[in-house]
């Protein structure tokens, strides 16, 4: 109920696109945060080295897990189970297949400047007017959204205003409030960029609304394994961590060119590209036949 609450209430298509238009072209949802970005962009440019077209469609969260249900959209690279995105997985979960993480050091919250004095949610009820009675978010679909909206319920908080935005909206109206020193609470996660070059810290969560043990997953719809095995073993092998991508998430938020910042990337780490493409065990991708796909292809954790 809550995924097709959510794609009534979001008015959701992905319609342009034709999902016969370019049978050949890997179509690849993206999320519009930072991990969404470096993960997607670095695929895109290892695919193609490959020699796989790619065509990447920015669209909501909802619309993504919509498009991969319905065959509109691939592949996927930054579900984030098994807590956050939850609700749209298990609307969809006999409609896609899920690879597993592609990156496990991640956690979800509401996080606030170090020199807030708040250190818990529960502290929040009575500090209305400190903080003007917001916390700062980001996509209104998102599900970290959602979860907030269930936090606000559960620690008293309803009367808040839970101030709906881009992740770049927030990262700004954060960065503000800090040259300030003003106190904020936002919808926060990690990896993120606001992590590495400002001093937050989350703020502890009683009650377990939010999630410290997060991974983020590639998930594809059904039938691309048989269709494209050699696309999806890649897809399948993508794992990195968060050493990997922190200097590409700083770069991207320094300058904004996702693709040219993954191509750097991409060619700054040929032996980590080279696990994905198989290449250390003998395997290659030059073709969609006689590649293998894991055992944890339709399992989440």
Do not use: C
């Not at 377990?208 to 897809?235: C, F, M, N």
């Not at 080279?274 to 969609?288: I, M, Q, Y």
Request: charged fraction near 20%.
């Amino acid at each position: 109920m809550y995924f097709r609450s959510l794609l009534v209430s979001t008015g959701l298509v992905l319609g342009a696109a034709s999902p016969l238009a370019q049978a050949d072209t890997l179509r690849l949802g993206i999320g519009e945060w930072a991990t969404g970005q470096a993960s997607t962009y670095v695929l895109k440019a290892v695919l193609e080295d490959a020699g796989h077209q790619v065509d990447v469609s920015s669209v909501s969260l909802a619309a993504i897990w919509q498009g991969l249900s319905v065959g509109e959209l691939d592949a996927f690279t930054g579900a984030w189970l098994p807590t956050t995105q939850a609700g749209y997985y298990e609307g969809t979960a006999d409609q896609v297949a899920d690879l597993g993480p592609n990156l496990t050091e991640a956690r979800v919250g509401l996080a606030v400047p170090s020199y807030v004095e708040a250190t818990s949610i529960a502290e929040l009820a009575d500090a209305g007017e400190t903080f003007g009675q917001r916390i700062h978010g980001i996509d209104p679909g998102a599900g970290i959204m959602a979860l907030t909206e269930q936090a606000m319920q559960a620690y008293g908080i309803e009367d808040w205003q839970l101030v709906a935005g881009s992740d770049a909206a927030m990262s700004q109206t954060l960065q503000t409030a800090v040259e300030r020193q003003e106190p904020i609470v936002v919808t926060a996660w990690a990896p993120h960029p606001v992590f590495s070059d400002r001093a937050l810290r989350y703020l502890d969560d009683p009650q377990g609304i939010y999630s410290s043990d997060e991974q983020i997953h590639t998930v594809t719809r059904q039938g691309l394994a048989e269709e494209k095995p050699a696309v999806t073993a890649i897809l399948d092998r993508f794992q990195w961590t968060l050493a990997d991508m922190q200097d590409l998430m700083a770069a991207n938020q320094e300058n904004g060119d996702y693709e040219a910042n993954a191509r750097a990337w991409v060619d700054a780490h040929p032996e980590l590209v080279a696990t994905w493409l198989g290449e250390s065990a003998g395997e290659t991708a030059d073709s969609d036949t006689g590649s293998d796909i894991d055992s944890n292809a339709d399992e989440t954790d």
